[in-house]
C-alpha cells in the first residue's frame, strides 16, 4: 500500500480513537475496538467470525476494514494502525525483523468462476485456454465471453496458470488483448464478475462463498472443488490466510484469534468455503 494510503489509514484511525474518547466523556458505556485489515478475500469470512465474534464478547466491537491488500495489512499493523492483520502470504524478512508474526488459521481454494448467466458447471482445460486466447468468444449458450483479469503480479493469476496444461501461455496472450477488465482488489474483482455478463475469472471459494456473491463455481477438468477435497488434499490450487500481529498483542487480539480456532469458529470457516487450520 502506497504510504500516502498508509498516512490516510493512521488518520482515519486516530479521529476515531477521539471519537472513542469523546463518547466515553459523555458518559456512554466504554467499548473496546479491535481493528482488522488486509487482503480483501479473507475480510468476508473475518466479517461472519467478527459478528459471531461480538455475541460472546459484548465489550468488544470488531472494525474490519476494506481491504488494503496484504502488504498493506501488515504495514498497518507494523504502524499500530491496526491491532491484525489478514495476509494471503507469509512474512518477508523485513517485516519479521520488524516485529511481525504471523500465523496460520484457514486454507480455501483458487478457483474458476463465473457469472450466473453462463450455465457453466465444468470446462475442459483446453477450453479454458481456448476462452483466454480469444479462440472461442461465447458459451455455450451463446452469452459473449468477458474476461476479468487481476494485475500480472497477483498470486491468483500464479494460479491460474496452473489450473491446465496451456493455460501460462493462454494468460500472457489474454492480457495483449484490447478491452479487457483488470481488477485491483479482490472486491472489485468480484463486483466485474457478478455484473457482467458471460464473465469468467479467477477468485478464491471463500470470498465467493462469505460475501454471499451471485457466481458460479466452475470445475476445469472436473467438478467444482469443495472444503472436502481440501481436506483429503485432493485440490491442489490452495491458498493460506494467516493472521500478522506485532510481539505482546492486546487481550482483545489474542482473544478473537482464539476464538477463531474454537469449535464455534472453525465451523464457521468451513461452512463458508475455508479449511480452518491448527
Not at 467499548?31 to 465489550?59: K, M, S
Not at 511481525?100 to 486454507?107: G, S
Not at 476479468?148 to 494468460?171: H, P
Amino acid at each position: 500500500m502506497p504510504d500516502r494510503n498508509l498516512s490516510r489509514l493512521l488518520t482515519v484511525v486516530a479521529a476515531a480513537a477521539f471519537a472513542g474518547m469523546a463518547s466515553m466523556s459523555t458518559g456512554l458505556a466504554a467499548q473496546t475496538t479491535l481493528t482488522v485489515g488486509g487482503t480483501g478475500g479473507a475480510l468476508g469470512g473475518i466479517q461472519l467470525l467478527a459478528r459471531a465474534f461480538e455475541v460472546t464478547h459484548p465489550d468488544v466491537e470488531v472494525d474490519v476494514l476494506p481491504s488494503l491488500g496484504s502488504g498493506g495489512g501488515i504495514k498497518a499493523v507494523l504502524a499500530g494502525a491496526i491491532d491484525l492483520s489478514v495476509s494471503a502470504r507469509g512474512l518477508k524478512d523485513k517485516e519479521r525483523a520488524a516485529g511481525a508474526i504471523d500465523r496460520p488459521y484457514a486454507r480455501t481454494a483458487v478457483i474458476l468462476v463465473t457469472g450466473e448467466g453462463t450455465g457453466l458447471k465444468q470446462i475442459s482445460g483446453g477450453e479454458l485456454a481456448d476462452v483466454f486466447v480469444g479462440a472461442t468468444e461465447t458459451w455455450p449458450n451463446g452469452t459473449p465471453v468477458r474476461l476479468v483479469l487481476r494485475q500480472k503480479s497477483e498470486s491468483d493469476i500464479g494460479f491460474l496458470r496452473k489450473f491446465a496444461t496451456g493455460m501460462d501461455d493462454a494468460v500472457d496472450a489474454a492480457y495483449v488483448r484490447d478491452g479487457l477488465l483488470i481488477a485491483t482488489n479482490d472486491q472489485q474483482n468480484a463486483d466485474y464478475l457478478e455484473k457482467l455478463p458471460g464473465s469468467v475469472g479467477v477468485s478464491t471459494e471463500a470470498q465467493i462463498l462469505s460475501e454471499a456473491r451471485q457466481l458460479r463455481i466452475v470445475g476445469v477438468d472436473g467438478p467444482a472443488p469443495t472444503v472436502a477435497d481440501l481436506e483429503r488434499g485432493a485440490y491442489p490450487h490452495v491458498k493460506t490466510f494467516r493472521f500478522v500481529t506485532k510481539l505482546g498483542a492486546p487481550e482483545k487480539t489474542t482473544a478473537f484469534i482464539a476464538f477463531v480456532r474454537s469449535p464455534e469458529g472453525r465451523e464457521i470457516l468451513r461452512n463458508s468455503g475455508h479449511q480452518p487450520v491448527d
